[in-house]
């Protein structure tokens, strides 16, 4: 069963930085495209990052424009989502999720466009 790994997060004061990681467990990253998602208490999941399969395409949702980065070392079989400037409204679970497919348009955003996902790891923005 394909599953992805994340970890990285932790508690942060406003204006910190966390590198989170996703790394794959019985598979290898190359093929597939990268997605991240955080999910706030109480709130539904939203689309945070996408980045292609050879990481020459990447985008971030606004809310997040500048400050996070998200990017892939095939080679290291991981990949990254860089959080700087780090806000209590960041607070959240971030989830990386994997697809096969070559995502365009707002297709990056839809979750069911992803094959596999990992549990997730928590983000706590305080000071």
């Known amino acids: 069963q394909l599953q992805l790994v994340e970890s990285g997060g932790g508690l942060v004061q406003p204006g910190g930085s966390l590198r989170l990681s996703c790394v794959p467990s019985?598979?290898?990253?190359?093929?597939?495209?990268i997605g991240w998602f955080r999910q706030a208490p109480g709130k539904e999941r939203e689309w945070v990052s996408y980045?292609?399969?050879?990481?020459?395409?990447?985008k971030v949702v606004d809310s997040v424009k500048g400050r996070f980065t998200a990017s892939r070392n095939n080679a290291e079989n991981a990949a990254y989502l860089q959080l700087n400037g780090l806000k209590p409204e960041d607070t959240a679970t971030y989830y990386c999720?994997?697809?096969?497919?070559?995502?365009?348009?707002?297709?990056?955003?839809?979750?069911?466009?992803?094959?596999?996902w990992g549990q997730g790891t928590q983000v706590t923005v305080s000071s």
């Open positions: 999720a994997a697809t096969t497919r070559q995502l365009f348009g707002s297709a990056p955003y839809v979750q069911r466009n992803y094959d596999c």
């Open positions: 019985g598979f290898t990253l190359d093929n597939y495209a």
């Open positions: 980045i292609s399969r050879t990481g020459s395409s990447s």
